[in-house]
DNA sequence: CGTGTTCTTTCCTCTTGGGAAAGTACGTGG
DNA sequence: CCACGTACTTTCCCAAGAGGAAAGAACACG
């Protein structure tokens, strides 16, 4: 497996989490937290792993009231993920197989 | 995820196998092995599990020389494969967005 | 019955995902 | 400027589980 299976990627929550950030630009730490949904701190965690492989980039910003945590995918997240989804692609490709083989006995 | 993610498949290893198994009939122990690849001991306890929940189905045969172990899907297996594979590729489809959302600030 | 082959099980270790709760940072209202 | 609330973040802790090594078991063959 070095195509480009990611296995921390692979992770259901954050694969959750880039799947929702792919399609958009900055979006809200609340907004992932109860889209996933896990708790406060898991989701911080996550994001803190995630940027500091590069893949996600992280921004403060003032909001009527306090601020808030503003999150998007970088250059570089967004093209481990195509890579993985791609891996992924492939292994749901065999699931779609009419189930050929060699008969049994 | 109430959809047909199914975080026991969703393990690499098990990817692997089933993805292995899908497209096929009876597969031979060894053949999973080196395929996949990983130690004897950890690929038996995946089937033992993949078995266990009723996923695969287990055959000892005669070989000239010794026995081996087949494998194959159960009709059960192959669906909760296919439902998790529907899952994953809702996820792969975001990767394929243009990355349309707000623009950042 | 001894031996080799092919798995299987046991033992152990180590990673890690995740919640709770304490902590931090900052904005707001008084 | 301080008290307070909100919005995360970090620490602490635990349990689950993946996986390798090595011992064990089952069976065919000579």
Known sequence: MDDGFNEFLHV??????VA???PTSWTEFGFLRD??????SALSKHLSSLA???YVEVRKDKHAG???TLIRLTPDGRQEFRRHAAALERIVATARA???GEPDG
Chains 1, 2 share one sequence.
Do not use: F
Not at 12 to 17: D, E, F, H, W
Not at 35 to 40: K, V, Y
């Open 66 to 68: 306090g601020r808030r």
């Open 12 to 17: 259901p929550a954050r694969l959750a989490i």
């Open 52 to 54: 500091a492989k590069g």
């Open 35 to 40: 889209a996933i949904p896990t708790s406060d």
């Open 20 to 22: 929702l950030l792919a």
């Open 98 to 100: 009419p189930q050929g």
